[in-house]
């Protein structure tokens, strides 16, 4: 899988930890604009906004190929377990309003779950077609080995 060289962050679009609708539309521009001049990867996260930033990822790509958009999005360290991870990948899927995620990730490590509960559901998302590639974020060397 080829990954776009450049693309767009969206913390902040939407809220950072909290839902805020003041600047929903202007990030759907910014978004469309970035598209239109040839950004190819959009990245965000079920955290940002309590899922606001997902909302607009979705309006801002639906005039546009899916094909064309690389989203990466990620699953927060309280949705690790094996269930919540199911869960939180369809909720993504429903607010970005996508049938995938191009690269799904662990946001960030969790202190209770450990990664051999977390990996056979992220493994089964890829075996589903939910998402087309697996990752870890803000992990360090010793948290990946």
Do not use: C
């Amino acid at each position: 899988m080829e990954l776009p060289l450049l693309g767009m962050g969206t913390w902040g679009m939407g809220g950072k930890y909290e839902r805020d609708t003041s600047n929903m539309y202007e990030s759907v521009g910014i978004l469309q604009n970035g598209l239109e001049i040839g950004y190819k990867l959009i990245d965000v996260a079920e955290l940002y906004g309590e899922g606001l930033t997902e909302e607009i990822v979705g309006q801002a790509i639906k005039d546009f190929p899916r094909e064309d958009v690389y989203i990466i999005s990620k699953v927060w360290k309280n949705h690790l377990y094996y269930d919540a991870v199911l869960q939180a990948a369809k909720s993504s899927l429903e607010r970005l309003g996508t049938s995938y995620i191009d690269l799904y990730l662990v946001h960030y490590p969790s202190e209770e779950v450990s990664l051999a509960e977390t990996m056979p559901a992220l493994e089964r998302l890829m075996a589903e077609g939910v998402v087309r590639a697996i990752g870890v974020s803000n992990f360090s060397v010793a948290e990946m080995k």
